[in-house]
């Protein structure tokens, strides 16, 4: 059984340009988090989707950040126009139901350089 | 609002050596407790979690964790350190929907 997905692992964009990160939940999964790690800062929580819908957002940014998880495919966090301040490493974790006491599995992350 | 807080952002032990990472957590309702893993350039593994179940709960690689309400603590163990601990370590609680807050993370480093 194949463990969370996330891709590309490193992606390098300069400023201005659009970044998009992929994740591919363990088969079953229909819970989907991502949470994103600054240098020298924690784990943050950015976004929590079922299929299809945003469940809670309270994290993410206002602008230029946004995410889906569509009825197929992968989730997608997408974010415009990016800045230096976005370089972090970005994870995704899924969950097999919602809950306190649920296990979320992480994926690999995604490396996200701004230049 | 529920936070956690881990004292002590590194952490350095000799091997077979105990290691001991604390947690100290805030919550209005029981917690849901988690300590995660994480190896350079890795995404986090579960070590163990808190439930309500016991307070004394055995994770993998022999790390054991316990809860004590009365501190609201949980700090994590382990009798004797191996080469291979060396990683961070993050402390989360989990709200209802289980979103996870994290601590900051303790930094472990295992000297020969």
């Known amino acids: 059984n194949a463990g969370v997905m996330q891709n590309p692992r490193h992606l390098v964009r300069r400023r201005g340009q659009e970044a998009r990160l992929r994740c591919s939940p363990m088969?079953?999964?229909?819970?989907v988090y991502w949470y994103r790690q600054l240098p020298e800062e924690g784990l943050k929580f950015m976004v929590y989707?079922?299929?299809?819908?945003?469940?809670?957002e309270s994290g993410m940014p206002k602008e230029r950040f946004s995410a889906e998880f569509p009825k197929e495919g992968p989730s997608i966090l997408r974010i415009q126009q990016v800045v230096r301040g976005d370089s972090a490493a970005y994870f995704c974790?899924?969950?097999?139901?919602?809950?306190?006491?649920?296990?979320?599995?992480f994926g690999p992350g995604t490396r996200l350089t701004v230049l | 609002a529920q936070s956690v807080t881990q004292l002590g952002s590194h952490v350095s032990v000799s091997e077979g050596a105990l290691v001991l990472l604390r947690c100290n957590y805030s919550?209005?309702?029981?917690?849901?407790l988690f300590w995660y893993v994480q190896y350079p350039n890795q995404g986090l593994q579960l070590l163990l979690k808190?439930?309500?179940?016991?307070?004394l709960v055995k994770g993998i690689n022999g790390f054991e964790a316990e809860f004590k309400k009365s501190e609201t603590s949980f700090h994590l163990t382990k009798p004797s350190a191996h080469m291979s601990d060396a990683a961070e370590y993050f402390c989360?609680?989990?709200?209802?929907?289980?979103?996870?807050?994290f601590g900051q993370g303790t930094e472990l480093s295992v000297k020969p």
């Open positions: 808190y439930t309500s179940a016991a307070t």
């Open positions: 989360a609680v989990s709200d209802q929907r289980g979103k996870l807050i």
């Open positions: 974790a899924s969950s097999l139901s919602v809950g306190s006491y649920n296990e979320q599995f």
């Open positions: 989707l079922q299929k299809e819908n945003i469940i809670d």
């Open positions: 919550s209005s309702v029981p917690p849901y």
């Open positions: 088969k079953g999964h229909s819970h």
